[in-house]
């Protein structure tokens, strides 16, 4: 069954065509690579998936609902969306992950188990929960933003260009957290080619036909 379905997407700015009747048929659990060259209309394809576009022809279906600014809020709920631009958030981490913490049914033992293990497997110390986010470097901010995209409970996952400031270790860590995972469905924007390597399906914007 399809999860994400979106139906000849045509975007322009300023009189410049971006997607040209785009069609993309997801099913739960894919794991799809989306690459291309720079400008191309990749984070506009995001954008658009999660409601933040205005000017577009075309049709968007999560889980069989159109996506309209009607129920823009219920879908950006059940989608984590982790953006390559990580100045997204003031105060201490530890007031992050409450905050994410805060949005779940089950705050119980488990969402400490799980934190510890996802601080673990993408080298944070402990330490880093009492650090003020804004003063953390590029790829601490990324693993950051990327560790509460994991805690959030949301098995749909847009991730635009999230191990760009990672060294290759990482790189593959990250690949592995989000794709080995069958019950989640990811789509992921990256040049990397970690996720190339384990993707279940490539769509490349350069070889699209506009
Ligand atoms: N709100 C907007 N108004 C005008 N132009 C826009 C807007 N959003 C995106 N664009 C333009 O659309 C084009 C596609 O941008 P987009 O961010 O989708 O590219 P991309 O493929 O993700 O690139 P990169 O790999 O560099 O992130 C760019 O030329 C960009 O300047």
């Not at 700015?13 to 209309?41: A, P, Q």
């Not at 996802?118 to 929960?129: A, E, G, H, Q, T």
Request: proline content about 1%; aromatic content about 8%.
């Amino acid at each position: 069954m399809e999860l994400l379905d979106i139906q000849n997407l045509s975007v322009s700015f300023d009189g410049k065509t971006i997607l040209s009747d785009f069609n993309l048929s997801v099913v739960k659990g894919d794991k799809i690579l989306i690459k291309g060259k720079s400008g191309i209309g990749k984070s506009t394809l995001f954008r658009m998936i999660m409601g933040f576009g205005k000017h577009h022809l075309g049709e968007i279906f999560l889980d069989k609902v159109k996506v309209d600014s009607d129920n823009i809020w219920d879908i950006r709920k059940k989608v984590a969306y982790v953006l390559q631009d990580t100045d997204i958030a003031e105060g201490k981490v530890s007031d992050l992950v409450d905050e994410v913490f805060s949005f779940k049914a089950n705050k119980d033992a488990y969402g400490k188990e799980q934190l510890e293990r996802i601080m673990s497997d993408l080298f944070l110390s402990p330490r880093i929960l009492n650090k003020e986010y804004m003063k953390l470097s590029g790829g601490e901010k990324q693993r950051i933003c990327l560790m509460l995209a994991l805690l959030s409970g949301k098995d749909i996952f847009l991730l635009d260009e999230v191990t760009a400031e990672l060294d290759v270790t990482l790189k593959q860590k990250v690949v592995e957290m989000f794709f080995d995972n069958p019950q989640w469905t990811v789509l992921s924007i990256s040049h990397d080619r970690e996720w190339e390597d384990k993707a279940t399906k490539v769509i490349d914007f350069s070889g699209k036909v506009n």
